[in-house]
């Protein structure tokens, strides 16, 4: 292993004021977000929408270190025939690439479930780092709700995990290491701490077992959050206060970054949930994003499918780039949001 690149990939992936473009949605997923804006899933149209975002050149060259892609996004060509890793490249970011094949039920845990793709992994992290990819992605889902998760589904997860983090980090690449508590739930930030601090000692545990350098990988996790069904709702101070002290707790500071998931929190919620947890600092590792919904729901609303709007849709996609940039370092306003990108 070249654990001197894979840390100064990581380093790269976090680097001040920087964050990572989740673009890995699964053509299922996007479908989903295509219909919100009544815009026709196919191919085309994906590449399209990725294209836009990929030459927006404020966001891409200023505020984003990498992108997840999805399998089918690595090897597509813009319409002019560029790859569009190479437009990431051109642009100064890293292009990454979602490696996990998604969840399926998980035996005799009703309610659970388990990430697979770990068969064949080897090959196929081999050919996506021809292709051009410096870091993965793998999603490992928790639930909360009556009776769960179980140890069974926290200990196969985490185990998932960490055999796909040394995977990557014997092929020269970087992974993200993501175990998501969801927020779907009715219970409370504190039961989201318990259970947070829980699947992260857990992983962190396995993570050691399989002999992965924490130097070289990146933790994307869920924040301290209440459950959307939650009547007592957490406030933004509270949910820094208690996800820097549940990371405290749980990620070595040989971690050099933690890039979290934006879970269903609307755009504006995750920068300031992000900047008041850098305003607490000085911390033992770089936080910053990693977002999907919340990075594209403005740029996405914006495009709507249409050629005439991408101007628009770009400066949609430069504006949310750039706070949350600011709240990476802690300096983001909530009197900056009226502000859009010129
Ligand atoms: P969200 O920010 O929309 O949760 O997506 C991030 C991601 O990559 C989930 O795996």
Known sequence: MNLTELNRVAEAMVAPGRGILAADESSGTIKKRFDAIGVENTEDNRRDYREMMFRTKEAMSKYVS????????????????TPLVK??????????????????????????????????????????????????????????????????????????????????QDAEIVPIVEPEVLMDGDHDADRCFSVSEWVLKTTFEELYYNRVALEGMVLKPNMAVAGKKSPNKASVEEVAEKTVRLLKACVPAAVPGIAFLSGGQSDEEATAHLDAMNKLGPLPWKLTFSYGRALQAAPQKAWAGKSENVAAAQRAFSHRARMNSLAARGEWKQDLEGKKAA
């Open 66 to 81: 990498g992108v997840i892609l999805y399998d089918e996004t690595i090897r597509q060509k813009a319409k002019d025939g």
């Open 87 to 168: 437009l990431i490249e051109q642009a100064g970011a890293l292009p990454g690439i979602k490696v996990d094949k998604g969840t399926k039920p998980l035996p005799f845990c009703p309610g659970e479930v388990i990430t697979e793709g770990l068969d064949g992994l080897r090959e196929r992290l081999a050919e996506y780092r021809a292709l051009g990819a410096r870091f993965a992605k793998w999603r490992a889902v928790i639930d909360i709700g009556a009776g769960i998760p179980s140890h069974t589904a926290v200990k196969a997860n985490a185990h998932a995990l960490a055999r796909y983090a040394a995977l990557c």
